[in-house]
């Protein structure tokens, strides 16, 4: 008697070039011919009907899959589809991938129904296909609404929900918090400004300037959210722009920075200080109102940054201006009387350093 042993399986084959080109838009006989194109099917026996078949039949199973991509802990939980655990991490990263041309676009716009059928001109303007450039806007508009009213830390937040990896949430977390600050990043004058631009200065302002901070008294609160008690507190720095205090700060600038700024500069950044002083404590005021903050990439620019060019300091004098601005301040009686105040100052100066130089055309 003859025994013969029987093995069903179910497990899935996931093809990640036809996926690929899944997730940018490509239709089934687009998809199809680009394949073609990579590999001789004669040596494979095989015919441009069964690469046509087998380009359906992925993107089928990945049709099946989008509903639980938009919530991806259920991936590893459900039994329709067997995958191993790299390929389920693999769908959720990729499907999560965005170009950064498109969000760069996305950023100035609300996330509504009527945006989404207008991204037609954003398709356009960076050569991504509609069908992907919609995918990329649901996905920031999903993970926006999923962690904007949950507390905590936004990175964690939304790698708990979307199982992104660290790099991947870090984005997310830049674009979830300038929409909700409504941050104005799409005024011509910014356009030399990348994504990781934006996302580098607002991951900055995530670590010291929002409930999330260290230095923060209470983390109950959403980090996608700045520390409204910081907030309350740089109004004490108003104190800077009274004349005593600049002019005891202009010349404590003057000595740290004559052994190192050339003197063409060291001339234009005494002329101007008292201005440029009061710009920066002007901006940090600024941070209480919304309606102020929402500017603070543009007043970074125009105030600060379009002057210095005009002035010719290279990106090396604005570093040098700004460490010392920093530093300098805190040999004034003004914060050797008062602790709190320091650690508002070195929390707004920290992080609004790394923002200019990180605006500063190299």
Known sequence: ???????????????????????????????????????????????YDDLMSDVVDNFRLFHGLEEMLKTPPRLSHQLVYQFSSDTI??????????????????FGRKLTSKNRK??????????????????????????????????????????????????LAKAYAAIVFITNNRFETGKKKLNYLTFDDFAICANHMISNWSYSSEDCQTHEDMDVDMDRDFLLDLRELKVLMEREYAEEHRGLMLRAL??????????????NFRAVSKTIISIANGLNHS????????DIYEKLIEQWIQWQWSKNDAQSFLLAFKDTSLQLDLFRSSPKLVKVWERYMGTFCLCVLQMYPS
């Not at 920031?140 to 660290?166: A, P, W």
């Not at 309606?291 to 543009?298: A, G, L, P, T, V």
């Open 1 to 47: 008697m003859n025994e013969m042993v029987v093995f069903v399986g179910n497990h899935c084959s996931i093809n990640p070039d036809i996926y690929e080109l899944w997730l940018k838009g490509f239709t089934v006989s687009e998809a199809a011919r680009v394949e073609q194109n990579k590999v001789n099917l004669k040596t494979l026996g095989a015919t």
């Open 258 to 271: 004559q052994p190192v700024m050339r003197e063409k500069v060291l001339s234009e950044m005494d002329s």
């Open 291 to 298: 309606k102020e903050s929402r500017d603070i990439f543009i």
């Open 89 to 106: 991490n693999m769908l959720i990263q990729r499907y999560y991938s965005f170009d950064a041309s498109v969000i760069r676009e996305i």
């Open 118 to 167: 207008d991204l037609d001109d954003i398709s356009e303007e960076t050569g991504v296909s509609v069908k992907s450039c919609r995918r990329q806007f649901d996905n920031v508009k999903r993970v926006f609404k999923t962690v904007d009213e949950l507390s905590g830390r936004l990175v964690d937040n939304i790698q708990s929900h979307y199982c992104l990896s660290q790099d």
